[in-house]
T-cell receptor, first 113, second 109 residues
Framework: SQTIHQWPATLVQPVGSPLSLECTVEGTSNPNLYWYRQAAGRGLQLLFYSVGIGQISSEVPQNLSASRPQDRQFILSSKKLLLSDSGFYLC????????????FGQGTRLTVV | QKEVEQDPGPLSVPEGAIVSLNCTYSNSAFQYFMWYRQYSRKGPELLMYTYSSGNKEDGRFTAQVDKSSKYISLFIRDSQPSDSATYLCAMLRAQKLVFGQGTRLTINP
């Protein structure tokens, strides 16, 4: 069966520090991968999505970036965090071109102080 | 204008009531429609998905899609306190999954 791992679960970082969140998927090949951010009481904002290694589509201009160094690994990064980067970050995957449901990790709650 | 609009609520109903949750969308390119449930501090979990206009039933849940009106709904029958959560609609176009804002639902015993 497929599983998605996302870590860490909670993170507190000072303004101006770098960020690296990692997501890995097991049990499937060539998945679509997504990064979302959810502000408190808000919906999910799509940040990046990827349909293959090295293929990243950015949805929202910001100081975040994403990379996909391996088929089932998706990384969200920032060189210098802003207060406004605080939120709940969710990684998700879906089966490429076959089914449409996306499956989510348990999320990382990031607080920038 | 957002591509997907969802009333954020909050919505509070008594146990046993029928709940109706709704989303509208503006882009006719959306082809697949989903409903997710999210408990506090957890990732969303898929409840139902469909790709055609009409109704799809799964237990106490019914998903309804009206592509001509660009409108989708989720109905919950015999609501239970364990149904209390945030419900998010989601739609797929060109490999991109777009979510509504989410409706916070509370079922009161």
């Amino acid at each position: 069966s497929q599983t998605i791992h996302q870590w860490p679960a909670t993170l507190v970082q000072p303004v101006g520090s770098p960020l690296s969140l990692e997501c890995t998927v097991e049990g499937t090949s060539n998945p679509n991968l997504y990064w979302y951010r959810q502000a408190a009481g808000r919906g999910l904002q799509l940040l990046f999505y990827s349909v293959g290694i090295g293929q990243i589509s950015s949805e929202v201009p910001q100081n975040l970036s994403a990379s996909r160094p391996q088929d089932r690994q998706f990384i969200l990064s920032s060189k210098k965090l802003l207060l406004s980067d605080s939120g709940f970050y969710l990684c998700a995957w879906s089966v490429y071109r076959l089914r449409t449901e996306a499956f989510f990790g348990q999320g990382t709650r990031l607080t920038v102080v | 204008q957002k591509e997907v609009e969802q009333d954020p609520g909050p919505l509070s109903v008594p146990e046993g009531a029928i709940v109706s949750l709704n989303c509208t969308y503006s882009n006719s390119a959306f082809q697949y429609f989903m409903w997710y449930r999210q408990y506090s501090r957890k990732g969303p979990e898929l409840l139902m998905y469909t790709y055609s206009s009409g109704n799809k039933e799964d237990g106490r849940f019914t998903a309804q899609v009206d592509k001509s009106s660009k409108y989708i709904s989720l109905f919950i029958r015999d609501s239970q306190p364990s149904d209390s959560a945030t419900y998010l609609c989601a739609m797929l176009r060109a490999q991109k999954l777009v979510f509504g804002q989410g409706t916070r639902l509370t079922i009161n015993p």
